[in-house]
């Protein structure tokens, strides 16, 4: 699409609604192959907290 200079394009702010899902991981399992899956259906990891044990726990987000 091309624009002519001095053209004013109106625009309108939406807010992206999200949802949010945890996932544990115990120590030793293999974190890339979960997260790798979780990502095929649209999460996104945001955070990690550690759990204890040489475990953790995945916060992960996608759109609604």
Known sequence: MTVAPG???ET???RQ???YRLVDLPSGQDAAAALD???QDGWEAVGVVSAGGGASRVLLKRPR
Do not use: Y
Request: charged residues 25%; negative net charge; glycine residues 8%.
């Open 37 to 39: 899956e979780s990502g």
């Open 17 to 19: 609604a999200w949802e």
């Open 7 to 9: 053209t004013v394009v």
């Open 12 to 14: 309108r702010a939406a």
